[in-house]
């Protein structure tokens, strides 16, 4: 499949899942041309903040190929990614972002996209949601055992 199809196959995804009741968003990921997996948003019908169209797809691409790193494949999305999608993309390694529309537009119908994109450029005192450092002598720990840990599967 070319670009365009695999765009317009997520464009199509993300019109079926408003005519279901998700969100408006759909993503595939492809290699070579080639559909590995796809998926929508299914935030409202799964209660789930977490099931945004690429996420979905990206779980569902790790587990066709075995694999948590997804080197060599592309993904299609109708919306540039939110700020938990484009970090769930960049530690999925995949190599290029294809995208329909850009989070301006999905401000403009009522999604925190670029408000998110805003508040994490900010120091974290100045953030609307306040957040605190605690017991990090202990949480600490936990990172001194991976440093140290001489087996462990990096990623």
Known sequence: MTTKELMRRAIVLSKQSVQNGG????AVIARN???IAEGSNCVTIDCDPTA???VSTIRKACKALGTFDLSGCEIYTSCEPCPMCFGAIYWAHLDKIYMGNDRKDAAKIGFDDDFIYQEISLPADQRKKPSEILLRDEALEA???WDEKEDKTEY
Not at 23 to 26: A, C, L, M, Q, V
């Open 143 to 145: 990172f001194k055992m």
């Open 52 to 54: 945004h169209a690429e």
């Open 23 to 26: 969100g408006p968003f759909g």
């Open 33 to 35: 041309g080639e559909i």
